[in-house]
């Protein structure tokens, strides 16, 4: 079965520093991964998503992931937080039926 | 483009009472989607429709919870009746099945679900 660990529930970072968020993942077969962010009272949205092609892959607002099939790993990063990037960040891995697994999320604060 | 609308946004109710949940997806997205988010965790599927067919409810809580999605567009997903244990954030999402973006997950803002 497929699944994710997130690795810290919540990060705390200064504004202008970088952001890394940690993910390992469970599967048995190459997965698809994706980051989702969660902001307060909005939708999930999507962040980056890896489907096996290059193994760096780059999202919206500035955020890009590193595939690492040896490490198992998908983190998240940034390298430099902004205030409004302050919010819940879910590491997921999709089934083979196209069932999204999300992990159990981190918290990400940015002091000023 | 307009996303996912779910209404209403928050619900109060008391235990034992029935609830509704109303989503419509985005246009053209044949796919639809139902979570279920506890306070602190990820999101967890409970049904996914394809058109108006449910292809996986096997989370679906069959006992008091029931969905449809009568046309293949605009969804509902009702609890009768609701515990305590149901006070949650029901997410809708839609998806493309084919063609460019095929399967990214849109997700509505939620509706928030206290149950006193």
């Known amino acids: 079965a497929q699944s994710v660990t997130q690795l810290d529930s919540h990060v705390s970072v200064s504004e202008g520093t970088p952001v890394l968020l940690r993910c390992n993942y469970s599967s048995s077969y190459s997965p698809s991964l994706f980051w989702y962010v969660q902001h307060p009272n909005k939708g999930l949205q999507l962040l980056l998503k890896?489907?096996?092609?290059?193994?760096l892959v780059k999202g919206i607002n500035g955020f890009e992931a590193e595939f690492k099939k040896s490490e198992t790993s998908f983190h998240l990063t940034k390298p430099s937080a902004h205030m409004s990037d302050a919010a819940e960040y879910f590491c997921?891995?999709?089934?083979?039926?196209?069932?999204?697994?999300f992990g159990t999320g981190t918290r990400l604060q940015v002091f000023p | 483009e307009a996303g996912v609308v779910q209404s209403p946004r928050y619900k109060i109710i008391e235990k034992k009472q029935p609830v509704a949940f109303w989503c419509n997806p985005i246009?053209?997205?044949?796919?639809l989607y139902w979570y279920l988010q506890n306070l602190g965790q990820g999101p967890e599927l409970l049904i996914r429709?394809?058109?108006?067919?449910?292809?996986?409810d096997s989370q679906l809580p069959k006992d008091r919870f029931s969905a449809e999605r009568l046309k293949g567009v605009d969804s509902t997903l009702k609890i009768q009746p609701a515990e305590l244990g149901d006070s949650a954030v029901y997410l809708c999402?839609?998806?493309?099945?084919?063609?460019?973006?095929?399967?990214?997950?849109?997700f509505g803002p939620g509706t928030r679900l206290t149950v006193t």
């Open positions: 429709y394809e058109n108006e067919e449910a292809v996986d």
């Open positions: 997921v891995v999709s089934s083979l039926t196209d069932k999204l697994i």
């Open positions: 246009s053209g997205h044949n796919t």
């Open positions: 999402a839609s998806s493309l099945e084919k063609g460019q973006g095929a399967y990214e997950q849109y």
């Open positions: 890896y489907t096996s092609a290059a193994t």
